[in-house]
């Protein structure tokens, strides 16, 4: 099973509004990622988790703050977005982080509208 | 900087018939692992085909194969028997020892009836 979820499916919020993205991945892994993808564009790294610490942060505005409460859920808390914002936000999961075998397995996504 | 080159922006193929993606990577590591990810319209980005680059033997998956050429820093993606479900987003990428994948810009393919 490499299956990973994200909820919601489509969100869209006001830049005044405080929302929350879910991922799940049930399958072990200890590394956890979300991604920030426009459209016909590929993934851009945003936050990076292993063994539930936050690793690595890609000089991410404060509006993104990511969560980690167990090492099968990753959080991503949105306050105060701005219409660039806007795109389709993935999570992705891994055995572990570091090792070059490692391969990501990836969400469905959560496509976020910023008014 | 580690970057990935895909530089055909959008293909199209007739069904039944076979289709190449072209990728090319730059990097000073001997030690990394390439990829190819699909993603359809749909959006879920799903996992086609992984090389390890110590791996001379090029990788498939039952209609997918891969000619890695490692001198060349080649990676290039042949579907054969071209399937409708094939139409997707396809991503190259790779990821050197230790650090995070660097993906391509994407190509495009459209798989017409």
């Known amino acids: 099973d490499t299956e990973v979820t994200q909820t919601p499916k489509h969100l869209v919020m006001g830049m005044t509004n405080k929302k929350s993205l879910k991922c799940e991945q049930h399958?072990?892994?200890?590394?956890m990622y979300w991604y920030k993808q426009k459209a016909k564009k590929p993934p851009e790294l945003m936050f990076v988790y292993s063994y539930e610490k936050l690793s690595i942060n890609e000089s991410v505005p404060s509006r993104f703050s990511p969560e980690c409460p167990n090492s099968s859920l990753l959080n991503l808390h949105l306050h105060a977005l701005q219409p660039e914002d806007s795109a389709l936000y993935l999570c992705a999961s891994s055995p572990r982080r570091g090792g070059v075998q490692e391969t990501q397995y990836f969400g469905p996504g959560t496509r976020l509208l910023v008014l | 900087a580690q970057t990935v080159t895909q530089s055909q922006p959008e293909m199209s193929v007739q069904e039944a018939e076979t289709v190449t993606l072209s990728c090319t990577y730059d990097?000073?590591?001997?030690?990394?692992?390439l990829f190819w990810y699909k993603q359809p319209p749909s959006r879920q980005m799903i996992l086609v085909i992984r090389q390890e680059a110590y791996k001379q033997q090029n990788a498939t998956e039952n209609r997918f194969s891969v000619n890695f050429q490692k001198a060349a820093k080649s990676f290039s993606l042949k579907i054969s028997d071209s399937q409708l479900g094939d139409t997707a987003m396809y991503f190259c990428?790779?990821?050197?020892?230790?650090?995070?994948?660097?993906f391509g810009p994407g190509t495009r393919l459209s798989v017409l009836p």
């Open positions: 990097t000073s590591e001997s030690n990394y692992y």
């Open positions: 399958m072990g892994h200890r590394a």
């Open positions: 990428a790779f990821r050197p020892h230790g650090q995070n994948f660097v």
